[in-house]
Every structure is written in structure tokens, then in C-alpha cells.
């Protein structure tokens, strides 16, 4: 099976808006999503499953890939569902 992805530059899955408030109180982090993707490449399901530590990351992050697209999972020539994990960081350098 080859796994869901999420990294193809012709998605066009824009980045997380960094909440105003995090960036003023100097809140970051990284952000590990579970995502079900659907045959048709979309995400069925998003489940955090590690904290950044702040709860407005988490939301953004959260946000952000429900409305993502990704290339479904294969196997062989048919298109499965399946779940890959999403790491979303949040720097105030970056």
C-alpha cells in the first residue's frame, strides 16, 4: 500500500494561519494530526494526536487540514482509504 500524501505542491494545502494572539505571547510549536483520507483524497476524519502545548495552535492546525486535499492511498491500482499522520509547526521565526 502506498500511504495518503498530503506534500504535493499541486494541492495547494496552504499553511496554518498563525493565530495573532499565540504569536504575541511568543506560543509555539509542532502539531501531530491523524487524518482519514478518503478514496477521493479528502479527509474524513482529523484527530489530534500530539499537542503543541497551546490550544489555539491546536485549533488552527485542526482547521486548516479538514479542509486540505490530499493524494489518496494505493494499493496496487485502486484507491483505499487510509490514515496518515500530518506534522504542522508553528515558529514565530518562520
Known amino acids: 500500500v502506498a ?3 498530503f506534500d504535493a505542491d499541486y494541492l495547494n ?3 496554518p494561519r ?10 509555539q510549536g509542532r502539531v501531530m ?4 483520507v478518503s478514496t477521493a483524497g479528502l479527509p ?3 484527530r489530534l494526536r500530539t499537542s503543541s502545548g497551546f490550544d489555539r495552535l491546536d485549533a488552527a492546525a485542526l482547521e486548516t487540514v479538514k479542509q486540505w486535499k490530499f493524494v489518496a ?15 504542522i ?5 518562520s
Open 33 to 36: 494530526l491523524h487524518v482519514l
Open 13 to 15: 494545502n496552504p499553511p
Open 73 to 87: 492511498a494505493r494499493q496496487g491500482d485502486t484507491t483505499v482509504s487510509a490514515w496518515v499522520l500530518v506534522p
Open 44 to 46: 474524513l476524519e482529523v
Open 18 to 27: 498563525y493565530p495573532a494572539v499565540s504569536r504575541r505571547l511568543g506560543e
Open 89 to 93: 509547526s508553528f515558529s514565530i521565526r
Open 3 to 5: 500511504p495518503p500524501r
